[in-house]
């Protein structure tokens, strides 16, 4: 599957400096070329941070190849350690989407590394962020959230760790420790109250709504909040082991599931492996093809062999709804 079957976008990648120490994408012309070989019409870039950054990024991709590029801010959570903290947020947010940010990413950090004032986590139904998150749906800023990791980095870190591979060589990436972490559940049930109580705002739920080990969960949390729409990113290892579960969640939610890749920098083997998983029916293929070692589990994948009839959706149409596109 060299591309796919209709024009799509990647709702979730990284084209920025945020992740490495210079532009994921270093020759955008290259970038623009493989988007065109593909058929890859937009791509969603997450990496815009704020202040000179954020116009750096809108410089180099959305304006400079209009309709190509969308690039979402971040805000400095490290704020919320100071005096008026949640002004600031507020000012740093309302800057950013004048500038011309189209979205607002919001990273594992917030559960996890986050601290106010009085030295405690930050959790995503805190006030502050509630309040922060209730401004960007005013603004008309979808934010895509990534809530929590995978279950197994939360699990301990031991020979029946099926991440143990990919956990040994990232120690760091390990939140098995309950004295400094929440547990998994903790942060899943928090990021559901986090949707209640902003209804005005929409969502897109990176990595399967954060969940994608339990599609069962991630059908009660798109019944229960119908601002949550969730991405695919990253997450091919997992939902290749339940392809016929992931198939159901499409056809049940049509409407509320987008592709994005999550892989940067991006090249066509990630995209073609993509495809075959949405596109065919083939069974036991590697996910990670090239690796010595798969990345997230020594395990091959089957495809879901999604109908005709929903990948126009899936692939771009549900993407340029949330975002406004």
């Known amino acids: 599957m060299t591309r796919s079957m209709v024009p799509a976008i990647d709702a979730h990648n990284h084209l920025g ?23 890859l019409a937009a791509i969603v870039n997450l990496d815009g941070r704020w202040g000179v950054e954020l116009e750096a990024n ?15 801010c971040q805000v400095d959570w490290d704020l919320l350690g100071e005096p008026r903290g949640t002004d600031a947020l507020e000012r ?44 960007a749906g005013e603004l ?31 120690p760091q990436w390990s939140f098995a420790d309950r004295s400094r972490f929440p547990s998994f559940d903790e942060l899943i049930d928090s990021f559901g109250r986090l949707l209640s109580a902003t209804p005005g705002t929409q969502y897109i739920g990176a990595h399967v709504g954060c969940v ?26 997992e939902l290749g082991r339940q392809p016929r579960r992931f198939h159901r969640l499409v ?52 495809a879901a062999d999604i109908p005709r009839r929903l990948l126009p959706d899936l692939y771009a149409g549900n993407a340029r709804r949330v975002l406004g596109l």
């Open 92 to 135: 740093q947010l309302r800057e950013s989407a004048a500038r011309g940010a189209r979205g607002v990413k919001v990273w594992k950090n917030l559960g996890l590394s986050v601290r106010g004032r009085d030295g405690s986590l930050v959790r995503p139904d805190a006030p502050e962020v509630v309040h922060l998150l209730s401004v």
């Open 251 to 302: 056809e049940n939610h049509p409407d509320r599931v987008l592709f994005g890749t999550d892989a940067f920098p991006l090249d066509e083997q990630d995209l073609h492996t993509h495809f075959r998983f949405l596109e065919t029916d083939d069974e036991c293929f590697e996910y990670a093809a090239g690796e010595d070692v798969p990345p997230q589990g020594r395990w091959a994948i089957s």
């Open 212 to 237: 994608a080990e339990d599609l069962d969960r991630v059908e009660q949390l798109l019944r229960d909040a119908p601002n949550l729409a969730v991405d695919i990113a990253g997450r091919l290892a």
């Open 58 to 72: 809108l410089e180099r991709y959305d304006r400079a190849h209009p309709g190509r590029f969308v690039t979402f």
């Open 17 to 39: 400096r945020w992740l490495t120490d210079d532009w994921c994408a270093p020759d955008v012309g290259r970038l623009l070329g493989l988007m065109g070989e593909t058929n």
């Open 140 to 170: 008309g800023l979808p934010v895509l959230i990534h809530i929590a990791d995978p279950r197994a980095f939360f699990d301990p870190l031991d020979e029946r760790n099926e991440r143990i591979d990919e956990l040994s060589a990232m």
